[in-house]
């Protein structure tokens, strides 16, 4: 029997989703209790490493797995099912690989994917558009760079390399760096109320060399954003979106199984399980049919965005509108269902839910912290203009 290559990314991709399943079920079992502790994600990480899950994107020759990127955002909702915080570090992983690609010459892109494959590399993101002062960098006597402070990372201090946007000049410029290099600073003030493992801390560049070969493309001609480069937004909106309804699936489950063991009839219903009671089958009927609902839209946009990044160079500003388009249609969607999910999830499980041990607060808490990220309705208003005006959504860092 000869085995085809789609037979053989077929079974890769199963392979793949089997081992984050493994690990969302061994990350649930000890959410609650990580969550409280608020400890950097290094124990995570390695374990994602273990399970060959960070390579994943990358092409099989190298010891990847090959998947595409729509593929590798569904490890991201597999690992939501099991911690969202974890979800999204890994979620924004895979976008950050993906960079080179777009931005880097041939030689960059397949010199890092190869180096991802064989390292395990991780990577963490100084990416955020908005806060503090900013990144610069700067050339000085053939030298460069880089100063400032964000806000906000992913990351940024368990990471192996790190994504960076900085300004140069007048322009937008990508770097790979590596996290060991003399000027970085994660600053470890990360303490929110959710996505509380995420390393999303502020960070400082003082006087940090960078190498001309750690400046995707060419440095002095920096992106001018086809619209096939303005897709390195979407590659995060889509990770989003995947962790969003992969949080809202692992705690409906969580909260079935709970509800299964330990829920008790309310005293008038004249039951005796509380798993018979109409009122509860009627709320988990709406909440499962919500998120399967959900669930499709991302993997709708999954398959947009895929389709768009095959098309490559030669991808039209309407088509990269219709992808941004299907991602936050996604987006909109997934962000109102995972939360109304996280929110109504202890009307299945009753009081003694709330109990702090049990932790099942983290999921509306994570859902919470990540979903004001860019604000929905913004999402909300670029699908109406798209539809009725036929205006393309404003290419940015988050749209």
Known sequence: MTITNDTRSTDLFADALTRADIVASELRATAAERDRANADPTAEIALLREHDLLQVGEPVEYGGSGLDYAQSQQITRHIARGDTSIAHLIGYHYAQQRIPHLFGTPDQAGALSRRNAEE????????????????????????????????????????????????????????????????????????NIGQRLTDSGGVVFEDAVVHASEILGDPDSPPTFTPYETLVTPHWQLAFVNFYIGTAEGALDEALDWTRLNASAWETSGLDRAGDDPYILELVGALRAEITGAALLADRAGDALQAALDFGDTLSAEQRADTAIAIAEAKYVTTKVSLEAASRLFEIQGARATTSAYGFDRHWRNLRTHTVHDPVAYKAREIGDWVLNTRAPQFTLYS
């Open 120 to 191: 395990k590399l991780f990577w963490g993101g100084v990416q955020n558009p908005r806060g503090a002062d900013g990144l610069v960098l700067t050339r000085v006597d053939g030298e460069y760079r880089l100063n400032g402070r964000r806000t906000f990372a992913s990351g940024a201090s368990v990471a192996d390399r790190l994504s960076v946007t900085a300004a140069y000049g007048d322009a937008l410029v990508f770097l790979t760096l590596p996290t060991d290099r003399a000027g970085f600073a994660p600053q470890g003030d990360w303490d």
